[in-house]
């Protein structure tokens, strides 16, 4: 059961005994999602990064299933240029329909990005849709949480499924090797207690 203490006690050992079981746990509770898509979804959702891996696996995913994309996020990363902007630019220059892809990009926070990408799909979409989350694998657990909470506080009738991408930086057989790995390990662990999701 995930809840508060077995959170802090991941991190507490995170920070004082990283041995087998430790990584075992934090693969299970982080890196557990399924990439394949086994269901009929309606909307691509992609939150925003700093890296393009995340709108690569979206791009992966739509050249299969033909799907609209909804790009939240709106830190200007790149030269002044938010990150959804930059990831529709990715797209379009890879053959995707721009008739296909919406644009979020007012959302500075994971929260941010639920609460407006969920109101753009309502207005556009309507309700009862299959959404598909894209994000990195260390994020998902958080954004699929937050996405739940934003879900229910809003009475919408989505339903979400996880497709990671895999950053290769941080990987379910890399991230415990290295120190500056296993702090942003941590970061995603503190943020699921700071944001009360456990």
Known sequence: ????STVEELIDDLNSNLDSNV???VNELLFSFNEEISID???ILVLGSSSINRVEKALEVYEKIHKPIVLSGGIKRFNGISESVKFRDYLLANGVSK????????????????VNSFKLIKHVFYDNKKILLITSSQ?????????????????YKFDIYTCPSFPSKIKRDNWY???DKVDIIIGELERLIKYNLV
């Open 23 to 25: 990584i075992a746990r």
């Open 1 to 4: 059961m995930l809840d508060r």
């Open 99 to 114: 008739e296909l892809i919406y644009v979020e990009d007012t959302s500075l926070n994971t929260e941010e990005n639920f």
């Open 139 to 155: 994020h998902m657990l958080r954004a699929l949480l937050t996405a739940k909470r934003v879900i229910k506080n809003n009475n």
């Open 41 to 43: 979804i309606d909307i």
């Open 177 to 179: 090797l290295r120190s």
